[in-house]
């Protein structure tokens, strides 16, 4: 028998590729979303036809930053996880410089707001999204335990 083969350092000079490859599938951060959400809206929604995009721009979620090919598509992504996580990360309001502040110390205690975040309305729909804040968010109820029997002691 021969020697076996040995390994193949296909990938050993390729570190000058390695920052375009992870910058090319970045998305936007939760906080030029939360931008996004309050200032243009309407604007990100109602976009212009743009041949470069897919769909031509057209069927966008605001929630995720992402273009969909068509309105179906963009359907069946509002029912997947990564859509609902999405909608659960930016319930939270995004950190300010006067929150770090605080936690370091400088100031007084404020709760971190909640906000109230649904899908965004489908095409035929009135395309408005409304960002509303709550105080406390429901929390599922928990069942109440039955009440341990006690013994009589003697």
Not at 46 to 64: L, M, R, S
Not at 66 to 93: C, G, P, S, W
Not at 110 to 132: A, S, W
Request: include cysteine; aromatic fraction near 6%.
């Amino acid at each position: 028998m021969g020697q076996p083969q040995r390994r193949k350092k296909m990938h050993s000079g390729d570190t000058h590729l390695r920052r375009r490859w992870r910058l090319r599938s970045r998305k936007k951060d939760l906080d030029e979303i939360d931008v996004d959400l309050k200032t243009r809206p309407d604007e990100m929604l109602n976009q212009d036809v743009d041949f470069e995009k897919p769909g031509f721009a057209q069927n966008y979620c605001i929630h995720c930053a992402k273009y969909f090919i068509n309105e179906q598509a963009m359907k069946d992504h509002f029912k997947t996880k990564v859509h609902k996580r999405r909608l659960k990360a930016l319930e939270d309001e995004p950190y300010s410089v006067e929150e770090s502040e605080r936690a370091a110390g400088h100031g007084s205690y404020v709760p971190h707001k909640k906000r109230k975040m649904e899908t965004q309305p489908e095409k035929g729909e009135d395309r408005k999204i409304v960002v509303e804040e709550v105080d406390e968010l429901p929390r599922k109820k928990k069942q109440k335990k039955a009440p341990a029997m006690e013994t009589e002691e003697m």
